[in-house]
């Protein structure tokens, strides 16, 4: 199965900003990528991938409250890529960040509910 592809990933200061990029296949569990749910996770060391934010194919977007009015998904339906930028960044946004695509192609923000995923971006930030 062809898989996402993460990119943009480095060290950052607190209050920094980063853009992630995620460049995607043009069809995924039965989807095309203008009509699939893309994703962005992230995991901390030792800990479990956390939700960090969704985008449907309308362009509705959902995020955490950890992470709302900092982080902005967003999407290009032309080049099949999902970016993730991110503003104000703090040292507990460090980890390894995924993108990937919705196995329900619904609202689900559980990571069980996502597949095709790529081999992550690292973000960095220091205090």
């Known amino acids: 199965q062809v898989r996402v592809v993460e990119s943009g990933g480095g060290l950052v200061q607190a209050g920094g900003s980063l853009r992630l990029s995620c460049a995607a296949p043009?069809?995924?569990?039965?989807?095309?990528?203008?009509?699939?749910?893309m994703g962005w996770f992230r995991q901390a060391p030792g800990k479990g991938r956390e939700f960090v934010a969704i985008?449907?194919?309308?362009?509705?977007?959902r995020y955490p409250g950890s992470v709302k009015d900092r982080f902005t998904i967003s999407r290009d339906n032309t080049k099949n890529m999902v970016y993730l930028q991110m503003n104000n960044v703090q040292p507990e946004d460090t980890g390894t960040y995924y993108c990937s695509a919705s196995r329900i192609n619904g609202p689900s923000v559980r990571a069980e509910a996502f597949g095709s995923w790529g081999q992550g971006t690292e973000v960095t930030v220091s205090s």
């Open positions: 043009g069809r995924m569990f039965g989807h095309t990528f203008s009509n699939s749910v």
């Open positions: 985008i449907g194919w309308e362009g509705h977007t």
